[in-house]
């Protein structure tokens, strides 16, 4: 069986050694614990936030980063693929663990999801969870976990805390744009997975998105940072899954009654509420489908660079 987090380990290992090369900086706690900072305290990069998407895949995503254009404006493009959707989307990827330690708080992700099973159900729908010794997390927050933070994720993954590694980035941060950006297959496969479609028939997954510039703002880069994928973001799906003719025009982002304002607006105007968003906003912009029993293609959606230009500060 494959182990998200012994695939994972590897991409942290070239990381933690070679950290200076990437920017970033490692540190090893006193319970033995081992942190990458990659934006907290330095200013990571392009390099760190392929490897933290990488890990964020449970090393089951190829992630490339080219240069390509909105309109007349130059800007940075992920590329991310996986031929294992379902366990590296949700069962990596996904941002489904709320780390809440005293006073500590981040998003969670990766595949130390895959011991602590957080949360439960999404294992249950995909029929995977890991066996390993070691436990590999990402973590979205501005700051890095003290020894308690790391002995908590330890006991919940059920391994040693010295083999408990995490890598840490804001949003607000190049690696934050970048890694939220490599969530691009992950949406439409979430997406999929919330409408009830079962997503074990997907068999490979590629897309692409911008690289949001960064705020300074934490609010308003986690606005923008979603907005590459929601107005921006280009998915293709391989499956074998005939009844996706059902569910085709409920997948792009187009749909939600919220679309059509940079989401920092829409945030703002639900009082900063995530509970008064529609959530059918957090989709892609376009959702190409290769359906393999019948040999059909479907094209749902459509980027809208209006709106993308505008989030990210060009107009």
Known sequence: MLSVNELALDIFEELFEY????????HELDNGARIVDCGVSTTGGYR????????????????????GRIKDVPIPFIEVSTDFPA???????????????????????????????????????????????YAVIAL?????????????????CNVDVANTCAVVAPTASIVGSVQVAGRCVETAVYKLNELGFDTKKITAGIGHAPIAPVKKDGTKAMGSTNDATIYHGSIMLTMNAPEIKDYLDR???????????????????ANFDFYQIDTSL??????????????????????NPEVTLKSFGFI
């Open 19 to 26: 950290a200076e090369e990437f920017n970033a900086v490692p």
């Open 282 to 303: 957090f989709s892609p912009a376009e959702v190409v489908i290769n359906e393999l029993s019948e040999g059909a293609v479907y094209h749902v959606g459509a980027v």
């Open 48 to 67: 760190a936030g392929r490897q933290f998407t990488e890990i964020c895949m449970g090393g089951l995503g190829e992630v490339d980063i080219t240069m």
């Open 87 to 133: 366990i590296a989307c949700l069962g990596a990827q996904k941002a489904g663990w709320t780390v809440n330690v005293n006073k500590y708080f981040a998003m969670g992700s990766g595949p130390a999801r895959a011991l602590s099973l957080k949360p439960k159900h999404t294992y249950e729908v995909i029929e995977y969870e890991d066996e390993f010794d």
């Open 251 to 269: 997948i792009p982002s187009n749909t939600s009654r919220g679309y059509g304002k940079p989401f920092y607006d829409i945030f703002k105007e």
């Open 140 to 156: 979205e927050s501005d700051h890095l976990p003290n020894a308690g933070v790391m002995e908590k994720i330890a006991d919940a």
